[in-house]
């Protein structure tokens, strides 16, 4: 196969999305971005792996609930969810 491939009139939108929901049998695994921060919410207890877009684990931990941590502004891959500090 060869040939030639174009995009015509591709616009980007920010949609405003500020949170990432992520289920698995029931449970609601959610990442809330925030200004120099990021909350998590988990409906039970999760092994949570913070890296950044470098590839550098940043963090981990355990969350059961809600949990709060604060970070610098970046992007972030939480548990596989992505994730913006402003």
């Known amino acids: 196969l060869s040939g030639n491939a174009y995009i015509d009139n591709w616009e980007l939108y920010d949609m405003g999305v500020t949170s990432s929901v ?3 049998l ?3 695994f ?3 971005s925030g200004k120099g921060e990021l909350t ?3 409906d039970d207890t999760k092994s949570v792996s913070i890296y950044s877009i470098t590839g550098q684990l940043v963090k981990k931990l355990n969350v059961s ?3 709060t941590i604060a970070l610098p ?3 972030y891959v939480v548990n ?3 994730a913006f500090v402003k």
């Open 73 to 75: 502004q970046g992007f």
């Open 40 to 42: 998590i919410q988990s």
């Open 26 to 28: 029931g449970k609601s």
């Open 22 to 24: 992520a289920t698995n």
């Open 80 to 82: 596989g969810v992505k």
């Open 65 to 67: 609930g809600t949990k």
């Open 30 to 32: 959610l990442v809330i």
